[in-house]
């Protein structure tokens, strides 16, 4: 049996003595995509992070592809940053900076392309994301859904191995909500990319992921099929987390 693309194995996390994640493992095959639900401060962004390499961990290893990452090594972190793109809630974009700019300076600085290369690729991910016209825009004349599409756009500039959105469209209304679901679904569809997707958009996390699992403190209390997940969830929690969800 081929092993899986992404594997996490017994990733904990504390914050000082309070225990956050506790020995959390799963696995993603390339191209497929994880939805984490779970209640406020159970420790989703928190995962995140740490599989993007931002937060010091107890233990953990995540194996990518080819390569196995030691997370709790310090300079093993660095690597982790490499092959993973996170969005976050919040569209950090550079205020200062066009979008073009945004969307060409990591890939000249850490994966050392020219400038006119880089602009062809950014491009091309304007394209993709429907504002090549706004290539010279800063963030604040951009729409909030219009920003976290750039957002995206940045993200898949650094041409990452997994990318993840930590609840992508919380700060949005639900026309705007739609535009960046509709565009995570196209790379879904599109891009061959393997994603991890924090939400809580039940209809959306059905039809993009393929896997899904709850999260509570810290421990992963169901994790199946995202179809199973979603329709006939098999533990009371989250029988009770999904219905609140739907009812909020
Ligand atoms: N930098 C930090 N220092 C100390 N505690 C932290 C820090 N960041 C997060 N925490 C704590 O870790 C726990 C998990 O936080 P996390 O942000 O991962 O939750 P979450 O599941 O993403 O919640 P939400 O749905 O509200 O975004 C919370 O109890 C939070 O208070
Ligand atoms: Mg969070």
């Known amino acids: 049996m081929s092993e899986p693309f992404l594997a996490l194995q017994s990733l904990s996390k504390k914050f000082g003595e309070i225990p956050i994640l506790n020995d959390v493992s799963f696995s993603v095959d390339k191209g497929e995509t994880m939805v984490i639900c779970g209640p406020s401060g159970c420790g989703k962004s928190t995962l995140l992070r740490c599989l993007n390499g931002l937060e010091p961990v107890t233990s953990g290893t995540l194996r990518l592809g080819e390569r196995e990452i ?14 993973t793109g996170l969005v976050f ?35 091309t991910l304007l394209d993709l994301i429907g504002l090549r016209d706004r290539a010279s825009a800063y963030p604040f004349e951009l729409s909030g859904g219009q920003r976290q599409r750039v957002a995206i756009a940045r993200a898949l500039a ?20 739609e535009e960046v679901l509709s565009l995570i679904r196209e790379l879904k569809r599109t891009q061959d990319v393997t994603m991890i997707v924090v939400t809580h958009e039940i209809g959306f996390g ?43």
């Open 70 to 83: 030691d997370l709790s090594s310090p300079k093993n972190r660095e690597s982790a940053r490499i092959g």
């Open 89 to 123: 809630q919040n569209f950090n974009l550079f205020p200062h900076m066009s979008v073009m700019d945004n969307l060409t300076l990591a890939p000249r600085r850490a994966r050392g392309l020219r400038a006119g290369d880089a602009r062809q690729e950014a491009e």
């Open 158 to 177: 650094m041409k990452p191995q997994l990318l993840m959105f930590d609840e992508p469209t919380s700060s949005l209304d639900p026309e705007k909500k």
């Open 206 to 248: 059905k039809d993009v992921g393929d896997w899904a699992m709850l999260l509570e403190d810290g421990d992963i209390v169901e994790h199946g099929s995202a179809k199973e997940f979603f329709t006939a969830p098999v533990s009371s929690r989250t029988q009770k987390f999904l219905k609140a969800v739907i009812n909020a």
